[in-house]
């Protein structure tokens, strides 16, 4: 009652590795990337052109991950304060000295 595995000469089975591996990985594709093949840097499959964009083969939560690491932290409120403030404080002293040169 056991299945027996299909005998399939190794010849076949490089045949078979090397036909799909020159077609591009997304599912629905048949497209030939022996010449323009792209491969994603998040999942390292490669795809044609037309589906090599993370949210077209599957990879977008990866992509959206991957862009929130490199994305700069918001400042406090606080420290965007104080820094504004130090800011202003110095303008204010420039202008006033300005106007000391002005009156003399």
């Given amino acids: 009652m056991s299945k027996k595995p299909s ?4 010849d076949e ?8 591996n020159q077609q591009c990985f997304h599912t629905s594709c048949s497209n030939s990337i022996k ?5 994603c840097h998040l ?4 795809f044609c052109p037309s589906h090599l964009q993370p949210e077209v083969h599957g990879c977008g939560l990866a992509a959206r991950k991957d862009a929130a690491k490199d ?4 400042v ?8 504004l403030e130090k ?18």
């Fill in 7 to 10: 005998k399939i000469s190794d």
């Fill in 13 to 20: 089975l490089l045949n078979q590795c090397i036909k799909e």
């Fill in 35 to 39: 010449l323009i093949g792209l491969k």
């Fill in 43 to 46: 999942c390292t499959k490669v």
């Fill in 71 to 74: 994305a700069p932290k918001p």
């Fill in 76 to 83: 406090s409120n606080e420290k965007k304060a104080a820094e």
């Fill in 87 to 104: 800011k202003m404080n110095k303008k204010l002293q420039q202008m006033k000295n300005d106007r000391k040169k002005k009156g003399k």
